[in-house]
C-alpha cells in the first residue's frame, strides 16, 4: 500500500485531475455589470411561501427587498395586486423606484372580478405606477379567452392614465397583430434559454426578435418585459441552465441593449422556489439573487463556472485517495497497470459523487424532493461500490504480477492418501443418468474410498430401485438410501449421508447426480489435505453438453466467467464460493462447524463462509475433473439462478455480523471484501428492479404534466450508462484475455448473463422480505419447451419491456430528445429494457435445440496448466 509506485501513480492521477477542474474553471471576462439597470421582474415570495396556498410575503419583507433594490434599478414590475403585492407601489416610493404595474387574469372569473378592479384603482392612487400590463403570457398558455383580454385592455386603457399593454411572447403577438390596436406599447417577454438558444448566441436572439417586431408594427413602441436566463434546471436543447450562463447572458444583454435603446426588466430580481411545481426546476432560478437575497454570480470580477471548484476538488482528491488506497490493501502483486487503472477509476468515482452532491445542494428542496435526492443519492453510491468492485476484478484478473496461492499438484503414496466418503445427493432423477453418474465413480483411480448415494423423497420407486440395484452391482463401496421423508433438501441428505459415512474417512467429497468424473480426481486433489489448515479442496463445475445447441453454449460461456476468473481471483485471499459439486471437505472441520446448513437453499457457499469463519483455508484447482449436464430449458436456468441469489442474501442476513465484526469471526479482510464486494452486482440487481419501476413512474409524471416534472438531472442518467459500459467492456477485455473466448462466445455469455437480471432482481428482493422459499431442483434431461410456453416463462420481463419501450417512445414523441436530459433519460429507458430483451430472446433460443453451438464458434474454456 505504501510502495513508492502507489505515491507517483496518486500524486500524477492528482495532478492530472486538478489541472482538468482548473482548466474547466477557467475565469471567464465578460462587460461589467451597470450600476443601474432600467427594470427587474419584481416577486418577493420567500422560501416556504407561495400564492397557491395563500402565503404572502408581509409588507415588511417587501420593503426590505425594495431597499435593495434601490439604487441598483430604476423600475419593478409586478405581476399581480392579491394580498400584500397590492402594496409595492406604495412600498417602491420610498425608496425612489417606479413600478410596471400587472394585473393577473385567467379563466378564474371570480378572481379577475376582484383582481382587476384593485389593479386599477392601485395605479391610480400610486403615482409612481409608470406604465401598467394586464395579463402575463394569457394567450401563450391559453388561460383567458381572447375576447376577453381585449376587454380588459380596453377598459383599463380608458381608466387609467399611463401606457398600457399585455405580455407575450413575440410569436403570440405576430400571430394576433389586431392586439397592437389594444395596447399603448407591445410588451414582449423574450427568454432565449426557452428557445434552446446557446448562451453565447441568445443575444443576438433577443435583438433579431426586437427587429423583427419592429419591422412588423413599426413606430408602436416596444419594451421589454421580461429578459433573463435561469442558473439551474433542465437542458433545452443548445441552452444549459448555469450560474456561469446566466451571467454570461445577462452582462452581455446589458453590455448592448444601450446602444439599442430598449426599455427592459430583467426576469427576475430574486429566485422563486415555489414556481418549480408549475414550470418545473428552472422556473425556481431566474433571480439575479437567490432566495436568501445573495447574489448568484459575480457582477464585475471575471466569471468562473464553478466558484467553490477548489473546494470541491480537494474533496474530491481526498476521497479519491482513500478510495485509492482501499483498494491497494493487499495488493502487492498488482502490476503498475492495473494500479494506474484503479487510480484512474478512484478520482473520476469520487469527482462523480462530490459533482452529485453539489449539484443536489444548489436546489431548493422541498421534503419531498429531499427524499427523492436522498434516494437518488444513494442509488448513485450504490452504482459507484459495484463500478469500483468490478474495476478491482478487472485490474486483478488482467494485471496480477504472480499468484500467490497458485495451487499445484503434488502427489502422495497410497499409504498416505485419506479414506474419502463420496456423497450423492439424488432427487428424482432419471435411474440411467445416475447409473452413467455411478459407473464413473466406480472407475477412479483411488486407493479407499467409498460412496453414500442418498435419494431423498422420490416417490416412483420406478425412479429410485433402478439406482439401488445398480450400487448393490457395483459391489461392497456403494451404499445406497432411500429416505422418505426427508426434511433439509439436499442440505438434509447431506447431513443423513454425513452420520452414515464410514468412521475412517476423513474426506467428504461431494458431486451431483448428473457428473461424470475423471478417474484422477480424488488421486490429484487429495493430496492438497496435506497441510492441516486446509478444509476445503475446489475443482470448478464443468459441462459436457455445452455443445449441444446455442442455448446451452450460451450457458456454457456465462457459467466459465466464474469459475475461471471470478474463483481464481477470489482464491488468492483464501475466498472462494465453495459450490456442492466438484468439492472437497475435511470432515473434522464440517463437523466442527455443525455440518450443512439446512435453513439455506445454497448451503455449499453458506458451509464454505463458516469454514472460513472457524480460520481454515481453501484451495481452489481451475482444471476440470467432472462433466455434468446444464438446463435444458431457460425456466430451469432461472429456478437454478434464482435459488443461488436468494441463498445470497440467505446467508449475508445470516452472516451479517460475522462478515462486519471483527470480534466475532476469524474471516480476513480480504475474505470478507470478496463475499461482499462478490455478491454486490447481485444486489444492485435487485435494486435495479426498484429503478425500473420508478423510471416508469417518473416517465408517466413527465408526459402528463410536462410543465412540473423535469426528467432526472443528466449526472443521475450518465451513471448507470457508464455502469453498463464500463460492464460491458470489461466482460470483452476479461473473456478474451483470460479465457479465450471469441466474440460471439462472448457475446453469447453476456446475452445469458443479462438474461437473469430480472430472476436475479427478484431473488435478491425476496431475500429481504422472506425467510426461506422452497428449494429449487435443477431437472436433468428436461423436455423442450414450445415457443408460446417459453414467452409464458418471461411474461414478468415482457411487461416490463414493453413498458419501457413504451415508455421511451412516448418521452420522445410528446417531448423530444432534442435537449440532452431528456435524450440521455431515454436511451437510460432503453438501455434499461436490454435485459428483459435478452430474457425473451434466450427463452425462444432455448426452444431451439437444432441450432447448433457451432454458430457462435463455441470452444472449450482453456484450462491452466497444474505441472
Known sequence: MFRLTNWVIGIAVTIISLSLWAYINRPHALPEWPQQVTGFSFSPYHLGQDPRENHYPTPEEIDADLALLAGKTVSVRTYSVEDSLAEVPRLARKHDLNVCLGAYLSYDDERNAWEFPLFLETARNNPNVVRAIVGNETQHLGILDYDKLLGFLDQARKTLRVPVSTAEPAHVWHRHPDLVDHVDFIAVQILPYWEGKEVHAAVDHVFNELRGLKEAYPGKPIIISEVGWPSNGRVKQDAVASTANQATFLRLFLARVPKEGYIYYIMEAFDQPWKTDIEGAVGAYWGVYDVERNP?????????????????????????????????????????HGRSFLAVVSYLAATAIVWIVYEYTTLYLTLGTLIIGVLLVVGMVGILMVLLAEAHEWAEALWLGERRRYMTLAPLPDAQLPMISVHVPAYNEPPDMMKRTLDALARLDYPDFEVVVIDNNTRDPAVWQPVQAHCEALGARFRFFHVEPLEGFKAGALNFGLARTDPRAGIIAVIDSDYIVDPNWLRDLAPQFAEPGVAIVQAPQDYLDGGESIFKAMCYSEYSGFFYIGMMTRNERNAIIQHGTMTMVRRSALEEVGGWAEWCITEDAELGLRIFEAGYEAHYIPHSYGRGVMPDTFIDYKKQRFRWAYGAVQILRHHTRGLFSFKSSRLSLGQRYHFVAGWLPWLADGFNLLFNVAALAWSLAMILAPRNVDPPMVVFSLLPLSLFVFKAAKLFYIYKARIGASTLQTLAGGLAGLSLAHTISRAVLLGF??????????????????????????????????????????????????????????????????????????SLVSTMPSLPARYIGLRRIEQPSME
Not at 321 to 336: C, E, N, Q, V
Not at 783 to 798: D, F, G, K, P, Y
Not at 805 to 811: E, G
Not at 819 to 842: C, E, G, R
Open 296 to 336: 448568484k454570480f459575480e457582477f464585475v470580477q471575471p466569471v468562473v463556472p464553478v466558484p467553490q471548484w477548489q473546494v470541491l476538488a480537494a474533496i474530491s482528491m481526498v476521497l479519491a485517495i482513500i478510495t485509492f488506497a482501499l483498494l491497494l490493501i493487499d495488493s502487492k502483486t498488482m502490476r503498475g
Open 769 to 842: 422480505v422472506t425467510k426461506g422459499v422452497p428449494f429449487f431442483r435443477t431437472p436433468k434431461l428436461a423436455e423442450n419447451q414450445t415457443w408460446h410456453s417459453a414467452l409464458a416463462m418471461v411474461r414478468e420481463e415482457l411487461v416490463l419491456l414493453a413498458g419501457l419501450w413504451l415508455a421511451a417512445a412516448a418521452v420522445t414523441i410528446e417531448l423530444g430528445v432534442d435537449a440532452p436530459d431528456l435524450l440521455l433519460w431515454v436511451i437510460v429507458l432503453l438501455v434499461q429494457s436490454l435485459s428483459y430483451l435478452a430474457s425473451v430472446l434466450v
